[in-house]
């Protein structure tokens, strides 16, 4: 037996860097049902075929939607509910690839879709699974945002916004979903090698300069994926039954916010 056996997940963005590296683990640790979801479909499927060739024993569905859209979010819910007949945990991570960049730099008409992107991406499959988990008694929920949200950084003005209203969205919906035995927590890191996002900062010359400077605070080690998978695990389990409303960075120690 496992700390997770026989619960049902959702894990949105879970078909690349960060959010597979979490699908894997939840599976590692006890989930049979999963629906994993993303916005490609043939890199979706590769994940999907990929987690289920490693794990023969579990039953993981595809949903190739962008979940920064309500009929998206509602849609990836909707096919975990009628697929498995429950949500025990739900995963959000689906933020994009926000690229840093000076706020006078950046056009005032991309910024409403980069807050749109960033925060719905990230809420609103809370919001369509609320009611879900609410009706079965509760769950955990875990949302997947930067350490932006706490510290300001330059260049991640829009970023940081986007990401502090992500954590205050967490920490407020934890309040009302305590009753119903829902748990909502957020995690923040900083940056995370070994991911598509790190590859495009470490290439783009004003990101590197930024992120070079992370680097060689992070005197634990640069985070990778499966660093902050681990704590997703944790936070889905029984272990963190008292856990709820929290902010969680995961930095190498490079910050301590």
Request: net charge neutral; aromatic share 4%.
């Amino acid at each position: 037996m496992t700390k997770l056996n026989g619960l049902t997940a959702i894990v949105c963005g879970g078909t690349a860097g960060i959010g597979l590296a979490i699908a894997r683990s939840l599976i590692k640790d006890g989930v049979q049902q999963m629906v994993i979801v993303g916005r490609n479909p043939e890199k979706g499927e590769i994940a999907r075929k990929r987690l289920v060739d490693e794990n023969p024993q579990a039953d993981v569905r595809l949903v190739s939607v962008d979940v920064s859209y309500p009929k998206g979010a509602v849609l990836a819910v909707e096919t975990c509910m009628s697929s498995f007949g429950r949500i025990d945990t739900l995963v959000s991570g689906a933020a994009g690839d926000p690229m840093p960049r000076l706020l006078h730099e950046t056009p005032v008409e991309d910024l409403p879709e980069i807050f749109r992107s960033i925060i719905c991406g990230v809420t609103l499959p809370l919001r369509a699974a609320l009611p879900h988990m609410t009706a079965s008694g509760g769950g955990s929920m875990t949302c997947i945002a930067s350490d932006a949200a706490k510290l300001a950084t330059p260049g991640e003005a829009a970023i940081g916004g986007s990401m502090a209203a992500i954590a205050m969205f967490c920490r407020s919906l934890a309040l009302e979903s305590r009753r119903h035995q829902i748990r909502v927590n957020c995690v923040t890191p900083s940056i995370v090698r070994n991911t598509q996002l790190y590859e495009k900062v470490m290439n783009d010359p004003f990101a590197s300069r930024l992120f070079a400077k992370a680097h060689e605070r992070a005197y634990l080690g640069v985070v990778e994926p499966q660093d902050l998978a681990e704590l997703v695990c944790f936070l889905a389990s029984p272990s963190a039954s008292r856990l709820t409303g929290q902010t969680i960075s995961v930095t190498g120690g490079i910050s301590a916010a």
